[in-house]
């Protein structure tokens, strides 16, 4: 939508953080479900999927943050 409205502008971070958190969430979301789905004593995988979860929360808040200030770069003109 960016790309088609706004004429492509520079995202920078925001872009980059994007294409960083699409790969850990698909290994956030398949080893919760494995973890899920197979209930034994674990240590490794269970902290493992707990840092995973706890990186994307942080790079969730990055793209709030670079979202609010491309809306008001781009959109407001501000």
């Not at 398949?30 to 979860?53: E, M, V």
């Not at 969730?60 to 003109?77: D, E, H, S």
Request: aromatic share 10%; hydrophobic share 55%.
């Amino acid at each position: 939508m960016v790309n088609r409205y706004l004429l492509s502008p520079d995202m920078g971070l925001h872009e980059v953080v994007a294409m960083i958190m699409l790969p850990l969430g698909l290994f956030g979301i398949f080893s919760g479900f494995f973890l899920y789905l197979n209930p034994k004593h674990r240590t490794i995988l269970p902290a493992i999927h707990g840092l995973n979860n706890l990186i994307i929360l942080v790079l969730a808040l990055t793209q709030i943050i670079t979202g609010i200030m491309a809306y008001l770069r781009y959109v407001l003109r501000l």
